[in-house]
């Protein structure tokens, strides 16, 4: 039976580290893409998820869980990872999408615009996290996928630097903020800016703490 969209709770990793993961989930479904998205909860900027196909039992040493590298080591590890991968896609979705549709309509978006921005073909989407419902996609899912599996640990370091540029760029167009530094989360430093410039484009709306602010400043 080819696998659905729900989570697997039985599949574990043959074979050493993350590669032997996705080589067992390759043995039972076929080709495996990673998915993992950044940005569920920043006040500012996009959601960004990224699908990535490796080559099968090609490793790539040193990629884990985008949380547990340095800034520096990821981007080292990026360009390591579109050396490698048969290919990769990224979903963005703005600010004001996550305002309209809320956030498990985001996440799902954001994991289908990958996939299918992605020019290698998948069997099977290994994703991050609990079950998101109504995908359409043959999925399974993880948790703590990205320290388990080497195409979700190598989609969430791409997700990650993607989400970061992103952020700079918005730093250099609404300075102010910090989001070069705080990538949009409700540091001190963000808030503090929030009640003294009021929000900008790049926030979202409904989210508690910026619409809060907005009410301040005579709404939107």
């Keep these: 039976m080819p696998p659905g969209s729900r989570r697997s709770a039985s599949t574990s990793a043959r ?51 985008s949380k547990a590298l340095s800034p520096a ?22 600010p004001s999408e996550i305002d309209s549709a809320g956030m498990s309509r985001s996440v799902a978006m954001s994991f289908r615009r990958a996939a299918g921005s992605c020019p290698a073909p998948a069997d099977v989407y290994l994703i991050d996290g609990l079950e998101v419902r109504d995908l359409a996609l043959p999925a399974r899912f993880f948790v703590k ?38 990538s949009g989360y409700g540091t001190a430093e963000h808030l503090e800016a929030l009640r003294r410039l009021g929000p900008c484009p790049v926030h979202r709306r409904s989210f508690a703490p910026v619409a809060r602010t907005a009410d301040l400043f005579g709404g939107w």
């Design 15 to 65: 074979g050493d580290g993350l590669l032997g993961f996705d080589t067992h989930a390759t043995s039972l479904w076929g080709r495996v893409a990673g998915i993992d998205e950044v940005g569920r909860g920043p006040l500012a900027g996009p959601l960004v998820a990224c699908c990535v196909v490796l080559p099968p039992g090609r490793d790539i040493p040193g990629v884990f869980d």
């Design 73 to 94: 080591r990821r981007v080292v590890l990026e360009e390591m990872i579109l050396d490698a991968c048969l290919g990769r896609g990224m979903g963005v979705v703005e």
């Design 145 to 182: 996928g990205d320290s388990r599996s080497l195409s979700i640990a190598a989609a969430s370091i791409l997700a990650k630097v993607h989400r970061d540029r992103l952020m700079a760029m918005a730093d250099s167009e609404w300075p102010g903020y910090g989001f070069a530094r705080n």
